[in-house]
């Protein structure tokens, strides 16, 4: 009689609907990057959505392996969920192994959003646009310093920038875009490409000084700003945010999942807010995402060995 009632007790708590209890979505980063306040003006919306609490738990370092790592080996519920950015698919060509696979170790949920991504400088540096900044950084070779998240799109942005305009910079790596961020704005690095979700807020403030735009066109934040490529042509860089699960997550949670933050992404005051921020909305379905991948992953493997970089 107790056995049957246990197992009575244990397929009831099976069959609970999704979700049940809190989510977690890591963030492979630091505090105070794109993604970080990205996951968190989304959190209060999710959890309104889902009826459970939705954590934000930052786990940077190591290029964002660290905390993709710890969702890779996550059970495969969809109570532990990864936000990831375009050093998921930059990694596998800056390192010769990863712990996980960055395909088959996950379940692809959703591209929530595009962001554009701009080069900006601390306000002593006197330049005011991209022909300005490359004049100067050929004047005085290896003194300029740029601050960047290691690994990430705006590192290799950085590279593109030096190899295209034929500049001698220094590409300094952090652990994380926040602190990247925070050092430029103290003065202690010269410059750095950043998401404008990021760095929007210090442009206003008059803290940075943005110069270029680095995506294919001018940014509605910043239409007075040229696009970097205006003054380099062919040059373009921006960068994704993608939800992920384990791999093994069912498919029925896969699509709640998907449905909820689609829900989220699309109430009206989170599209103007991210809008402002130069945040595109996507919500794309898992399908899209797992065709997206892998030609993302094989993009980047050709900017990466055109641009020399590699994980130390």
Same mark, same amino acid.
């Given at each position: 009689m107790t056995? $049957? +009632?246990?197992? &009575? =007790?244990a397929g009831s708590a099976h069959a609970q609907p999704f979700p049940s209890k809190p989510i977690r979505i890591v963030v492979p980063a630091v505090p105070g990057g794109g993604t970080d306040i990205l996951a968190r003006l989304l959190s209060p919306k999710l959890s309104e959505v889902f009826g459970q609490t939705v954590i934000v738990d930052n786990r940077g370092g190591a290029f964002t392996n660290i905390g993709t790592e710890i969702v890779a080996r996550s059970v495969p519920d969809?109570? @532990?969920?990864? /936000? &990831?950015?375009t050093p998921h698919a /930059?990694?596998?060509s800056l390192f010769a192994k990863l712990p996980f696979d960055p395909l088959k170790d996950f379940s692809m /949920? $959703?591209?929530? =959003?595009l962001t554009q991504t701009v080069l900006v400088v601390h306000p002593s540096l006197p330049v005011k646009n991209v022909p300005e900044f490359i004049a100067l950084a050929k004047a005085q070779p290896?003194?300029? @310093?740029a601050g960047t998240a290691g690994g990430n799109s705006a590192?290799? =942005? +950085?590279?593109?920038?030096?190899s295209m305009a034929k500049i001698d910079v220094l590409n300094i790596p952090y652990k994380g875009a926040g602190q990247a961020l925070n050092d430029t704005v103290a003065g202690h690095v010269q410059f750095q490409v950043n998401t404008l979700l990021a760095a929007l807020p210090f442009i206003q403030a008059g803290r940075l000084r943005a110069i270029g735009v680095c995506g294919a066109k001018r940014a509605a934040a910043l239409p007075n700003v040229a696009t970097v490529a205006e003054t380099i042509k062919g040059f373009e860089s921006s960068g994704w945010y993608a939800l992920m699960g384990a791999a093994g997550t069912p498919r029925? +949670? +896969?699509?709640? /999942?998907?449905?909820?933050? $689609?829900k989220a992404l699309h109430t009206p005051e989170i599209t103007k807010r991210l809008a402002e921020m130069g945040v595109d909305v996507l919500a794309g379905s898992p399908d899209e995402l797992t065709r997206l991948m892998p030609r993302e992953i094989a993009k980047w493997a050709v900017v990466v060995k055109s641009s020399g970089a590699k994980a130390e």
């Open positions: 056995l $049957s +009632v246990l197992l &009575a =007790a969809g109570y @532990t969920l990864l /936000i &990831a950015t /930059i990694n596998p /949920i $959703s591209q929530l =959003a290896g003194q300029l @310093t590192f290799l =942005a +950085v590279e593109m920038l030096r029925d +949670v +896969v699509l709640k /999942i998907h449905e909820g933050f $689609s």
